[in-house]
C-alpha cells in the first residue's frame, strides 16, 4: 500500500510534467502493477482469515450444539443415536461456511474497489485528445490570436485579448508580475488547459486541430518550480524520450547537472 501512495503522489505532485510528456500510460502501467501486487497480498490474507476464522465460529457453534444436545439427552428427549446424527448435520456446515465467509470478504473488497474505479472511469476530461487530428511534424512558429483563458471554477480572467508571434527560431522572454500569467502561455500551447476564447496557431494550424499526443511529444517544457521523480538521473532527465546515455550526458552537461 505504501508503495501505490508512494507512486500516486509522486505522479499526481508532477501531473503537469508527465501530462507534457505524454507518459500517462507508463504512470498508469506503474501505478497497476502496485495495484495488482496488492489485490494479490489482500486476497493472501482472505485466505487465511477464510481459512481460520470461519473455523472458529463452526467450532463454536457445534460445541454449543453439543451442549444442548447434551441436555436434552438429560431431558430423556434425545438418544445417543440422536446425538451422533446431529452432530454430524452440524459438520456438514463447515465447507458452505468457509465459503461464504471467503466469498464475502471478497465481496466486499470487490464492491469498494468497483465504486473507486467507476468513479475514475465515469470522470470525463475536459480536453478533447483528438485522437483522429493531425500528427505532422510542425515547425514551430507559433501564433496568439485574441486569446482570453479563465481557470476552471474561476471567474477571473487570467489572460484577456492576448496576441502575439514567434517565428522559427526565435527566442522570447515573456516578463510580468507573479499571477500575471506568463506560466498560463505555456501550459495553454501544450493544451494542459484550453483557451477560453480565440486561438493559439502552430504553423497555421489552431493546436486544437492536432492530436494531443502528437502535440505534446513535440513541445518541451520546464517547470518553474522543478519536479524531480523518486528514480535516477539518467532517468529524470530522458522521462518521455528514449535517449541514448550520450544524449542524457550531453544535456547534463548543458544542465550542469553531470556532476550530481
Not at 56 to 81: D, E, K, P, R
Request: charged share 20%.
Amino acid at each position: 500500500v505504501g508503495l501505490l501512495m508512494d507512486t500516486l503522489t509522486e505522479t499526481l505532485s508532477g501531473i503537469e510534467v508527465v501530462k507534457a510528456t505524454v507518459q500517462e500510460e507508463r504512470e498508469m502501467e506503474k501505478y497497476f502493477y502496485h495495484a495488482k501486487n496488492i489485490k494479490k497480498a489482500f486476497l493472501e490474507r482472505s485466505k487465511l482469515d477464510a481459512k481460520y476464522y470461519p473455523n472458529l465460529v463452526l467450532a463454536i457453534l457445534i460445541t454449543a450444539g453439543f451442549m444442548h444436545s447434551v441436555l436434552l439427552f438429560n431431558y430423556g428427549m434425545m438418544n445417543i443415536g440422536q446425538i451422533i446424527a446431529y452432530l454430524g448435520i452440524l459438520g456438514l456446515l463447515r465447507f458452505p461456511t468457509n465459503v461464504s465467509m471467503f466469498v464475502f470478504a471478497i465481496f466486499r473488497m470487490a464492491i469498494s474497489s468497483a465504486a473507486r474505479l467507476l468513479e475514475l472511469m465515469n470522470k470525463k476530461t475536459e480536453i478533447d485528445e483528438n485522437k483522429q487530428g493531425v500528427e505532422k511534424q510542425f515547425d514551430g512558429n507559433i501564433v496568439f490570436e485574441n486569446v482570453d483563458f479563465i481557470y476552471p471554477d474561476s471567474k477571473t480572467p487570467v489572460l484577456r485579448n492576448i496576441s502575439f508571434e514567434v517565428k522559427l527560431g526565435q527566442t522570447v522572454a515573456i516578463v510580468g508580475t507573479t499571477g500575471s500569467g506568463k506560466t498560463t502561455l505555456t501550459k495553454l500551447i501544450s493544451r494542459l488547459y484550453d483557451v477560453t476564447n480565440g486561438k493559439i496557431l502552430i504553423d497555421g494550424n489552431d493546436i486544437r486541430d492536432y492530436a494531443l499526443n502528437s502535440l505534446r511529444d513535440q513541445i518541451s517544457y520546464i517547470e518553474q518550480d522543478v519536479f524531480l521523480f523518486s528514480t535516477t538521473i539518467f532517468d529524470n532527465i530522458s522521462f518521455g524520450r528514449t535517449s541514448s546515455l550520450e544524449q542524457v550526458i550531453s544535456v547534463a552537461k548543458q544542465a550542469q547537472a553531470h556532476d550530481f
